[in-house]
Nanobody
Framework: QVQLVESGGGLVQAGGSLRLSCAAS????????MGWFRQAPGKEREFVAA????????YSADFAKGRFTISRDNAKNTVYLQMNNLKAEDTAVYYC???????????????????WGQGTLVTVSS
């Protein structure tokens, strides 16, 4: 079973940038679709971005397009989320997730993902 640990969260001013990392252990993530989700206080968990096992297929939520970029380094067993031009409404706990069971489409629903990290808090001050 793969385990995921996120890092890189913190406090940043609006307009700033952060890069989140998700380090996997236990087994290689090279066969997993990897995704990022976030959950703000009092809100449901929402999809941010996902990338297929090969990196050839990616999808981002509308709010993330043009500002957030998902990437992966299978050799390092790590996934990243580069976040630029952060806004106060991006404040949330960000979760990394892994999926290997979805076939025929890129997993983007939180129910698709079998493995989750513990989350890292991103706070954007306005």
């Amino acid at each position: 079973q793969v385990q995921l640990v996120e890092s890189g969260g913190g406090l940043v001013q609006a307009g700033g940038s952060l890069r989140l990392s998700c380090a996997a252990s236990g087994r290689t993530i090279s066969s997993y679709t990897m995704g990022w989700f976030r959950q703000a206080p009092g809100k449901e968990r929402e999809f941010v971005a996902a990338m297929s096992w090969s990196g050839g297929n990616t999808y981002s939520a509308d709010f993330a397009k043009g500002r957030f970029t998902i990437s992966r380094d299978n050799a390092k067993n790590t996934v990243y989320l580069q976040m630029n031009n952060l806004k106060a409404e991006d404040t949330a706990v960000y979760y990394c997730a892994a999926d290997r069971g979805t076939v025929g489409r890129l997993a983007t629903n939180f129910r698709d993902f079998e493995v989750w990290g513990q989350g890292t808090l991103v706070t954007v001050s306005s």
